[in-house]
């Protein structure tokens, strides 16, 4: 469970450097981001306003950002605008506790409501708890990019995993931006 002080709210480019600080670890230590430099703040910041817009959220606990977990476009050509992709970061101390479930949950409903109909998370593997938590969140497998990245010395394969956000109009009305 996520403790009473945590809280899950949109996050906007005053939240930038916080989230750096909790992403910085990520990309230095980890193969999780294929980054291989660690974004800065005004860096974040852009990201965060990148059209089409769509939603940033963070945790909080005691006015400290310790998770974020954002949206993105899947890809750039027109007929893919109906796809996104999710993302999400938990400082080492707070995983494990219902934080990534609630960012997500919120996440997942505020993307469905711009009228986005799949969602994809790209995870480099291997990667326990973010396979557990996608499935545990209603993704399924999609398939397995073998040797796609090459970082801290080793070749990395990144599974993708996909969420169907509601059954497939016929003809989907045009996605919405999300405001901050
Ligand atoms: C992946 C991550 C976001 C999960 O967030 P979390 O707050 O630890 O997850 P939660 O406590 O909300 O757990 C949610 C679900 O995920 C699953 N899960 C979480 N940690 C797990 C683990 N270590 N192994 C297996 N499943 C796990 C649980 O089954 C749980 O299911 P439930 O809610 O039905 O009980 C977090 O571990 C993290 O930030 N890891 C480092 C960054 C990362 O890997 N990001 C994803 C990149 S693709």
Redesign the pocket.
């Known amino acids: 469970m996520?403790t009473e002080d945590v809280i899950v709210r949109t996050a906007g480019p005053a939240d930038a450097t916080g989230i750096a600080a909790v992403y910085a670890p990520?990309v230095e230590q980890?193969v999780?981001?294929f980054e291989e430099t660690a974004p800065d703040a005004d860096e974040l910041a852009r990201r965060m306003l990148a059209r089409p817009r769509l939603p940033w959220l963070v945790g909080e606990l005691r006015g400290r950002v310790v998770?974020f977990?954002y949206a993105s476009q899947h890809r750039q050509r027109a007929a893919y605008r109906w796809s996104a992709d999710c993302?999400?970061?938990?400082?080492?101390g707070?995983?494990?506790?219902?934080?990534?479930?609630?960012?997500?949950e919120r996440l997942f409903a505020e993307v469905r409501e711009l009228g986005y109909v799949s969602l994809f998370?790209?995870?480099?593997l291997p990667?326990?708890?973010?396979?557990?938590?996608?499935?545990?969140?209603g993704f399924t497998p999609v398939g397995v990019y073998r040797q796609v990245g090459h970082k801290q010395g080793a070749w990395i394969d990144v599974g993708w995993w996909q969420l169907s956000l509601c059954e497939a109009p016929p003809q989907p009305a045009e996605p919405v931006e999300s405001v901050l």
Do not use: F, P, Q
């Open positions: 996520v990520v980890t999780i981001s998770g977990a993302s999400i970061y938990l400082d080492a707070a995983r494990g506790k219902g934080l990534g479930r609630a960012l997500y998370a790209g995870v480099a990667n326990e708890a973010s396979v557990g938590l996608h499935e545990a969140l």
